[in-house]
């Protein structure tokens, strides 16, 4: 592991890109809208970012030896090919975008999920550094996992490994909007707090939450949940509790089924359940053998830019390793 | 991978040993009560039938190259210690296994749970043979798991990881005597399925399951109970459909979670999963990525002596492998 790589965090929004030192810094960075010219545009957007932060690896005296990208969806990491799932740049799907970026950049450019490259920055230059294991949730609007065992990042036969959102936690649980039932995103993702609130209200023009809402109860989402729950809003706090003893659960599945070193929970939601760290380990000891959670370390963290860029940055450091080894 | 190795399986009443060569067959197998010679011999036992398995191999003119021991329960590998939920032999727990029967057979000696042991046995020799990654559900009065991935058993910070069993499939479901709450175990193992059709007759002197079981409650076994679903109880038929949506949750889980390429349901209930395969990969549909499940091979399979000591003579041959890299 050496020299420089440039990390790239694909989003809806915003793509971002970094310039990230072997240890894990973020030298520099830039970011633009992800269609900056119109539909369909994300691929250029991402062309874009490279050459300056080439143009800025190049003014520093620095060589880029890699690149990786991270981006939500089912990602075929071995062709370098985003899956048919990355709703919101459809452009990307099917793409062979490590063969299409890597000839402009002169450097293998390596792709994968995002939580996957988040997974490899923790294990990397994180929370989990000097961890031989470590699951990370990654807790935004839906709910994406990444798991790195022995010390390699489990991937899974078709790319689908760490998707732990949506792996059940009630077997006859509500449907997910996945179409599977139960699972872990009904719960505890944003979308799914936000959901299962909207559910709850319906019909009660008095709910508090709903007048929080200004009376729409669209919006009624995760943050204002989490508000009037802090506030101690029945419905809010029923609705808080249940995310917590879901997320509590997967926790336990980890700890039982895959016994890590370290389980990061991160992501957009991750500050709202920091604040609820004691009920979320008091669930996880419902399910989690005492032995096994007593060694295992759990860290509840908001995620931020740089911890994206550093993620996405690993895929390449990881890569080249594992080839040289 | 050369040479032969001997598997020791123990179980609660009867200890197996078996001369396991490369290639997964077993040539030769001996076996005796876990405590012939009265309470407490279980570690005598193991050592006579490694004797008699070394006079084997002598007389056949092979040589032994090591030793793999399976048992039930938490077993730190690193060192060749039983942890301490060895109930069924408690002498054991503790005791550093490996170290002393090392010096006895002259060549290493490794001890992991029956599961994981069982896991490498069908990864090297059997349904995952060829496979990268595979995981391994044994459902027996209890219910194990063990954990293939990426070429590597995966054990874990304290050796707990593939206890499946007591991975939550209901956050808020049944207690389970593990003292976790919605374990697998408790909806999917014969001691699970048992207790729900127990406490499902309770008080109904005129159950047809109280009758078949001779009107003594504690006689309704999980053998019963499936017997009973195959023959339309309707109260069997209701815990039997639990059991086989709570394996199909599970599998959702490994689907989705681990992405491998093989998944095996083994064990003393996997018979009578096997008449209900239909409804257990139903259930697995209903939870697992439908793109990810198409390239999942599952099989339902019970196990043999055959598969349990090729399960143990495994871990010999994989720890080798592994010193060898």
Chains 1, 2 share one sequence.
Request: some cysteine.
């Amino acid at each position: 592991v050496s020299g420089v790589t440039i990390g790239v965090d694909v989003g809806g929004t915003t793509v971002a890109a970094g310039l990230v030192s072997a240890d894990g810094r973020v030298l520099e960075h830039v970011q633009a809208p992800t269609h900056e010219r119109g539909a369909g545009t994300a691929l250029e957007t991402i062309e874009e970012l490279l050459d300056r932060l080439r143009d800025g690896a190049r003014a520093r005296g620095v060589a880029v030896t890699g690149v990786g990208l991270g981006i939500p969806g089912t990602v075929d990491a071995e062709r370098g090919v985003v899956g048919v799932d990355v709703h919101y740049a459809p452009e990307l799907a099917g793409v062979p975008l490590a063969a299409r970026l890597g000839p402009r950049v002169g450097v293998p450019v390596f792709v994968d999920n995002d939580v996957n490259a988040l997974a490899l920055g923790e294990w990397m230059f994180g929370l989990g550094r000097g961890a031989r294991s470590l699951v990370v949730l990654a807790a935004g609007t839906g709910l994406g996992g990444g798991i790195v065992l022995e010390g390699r990042l489990v991937r899974g036969r078709v790319g689908v490994a760490g998707e732990l959102g949506h792996a059940p936690v009630k077997f006859d649980g509500r449907p997910c909007w996945c179409g599977g039932r139960g699972c872990l995103a009904v719960y505890a993702s944003g979308r799914g707090i936000a959901e299962a609130a909207q559910r709850r209200i319906a019909g009660r023009a008095d709910a508090a939450l709903l007048r929080a809402a200004g009376g729409d109860p669209s919006g009624i989402t995760a943050p204002l949940v989490f508000g009037s729950a802090a506030g101690g809003d029945p419905d809010a706090v029923a609705v808080v509790e249940e995310a917590c003893r879901a997320l509590g659960a997967m926790i336990g599945t980890i700890v039982n089924g895959l016994n890590p070193e370290v389980v990061v929970v991160t992501g957009g939601v991750a500050a709202a359940y920091a604040a609820l760290e004691a009920s979320v380990r008091e669930a996880a000891a419902r399910h989690a053998f005492a032995a096994a959670l007593a060694q295992t370390r759990i860290a509840i963290v908001p995620g931020d830019k740089r911890t994206s860029l550093r993620g996405a940055a690993a895929l390449a450091f990881y890569e080249a390793a594992e080839r040289a080894r």
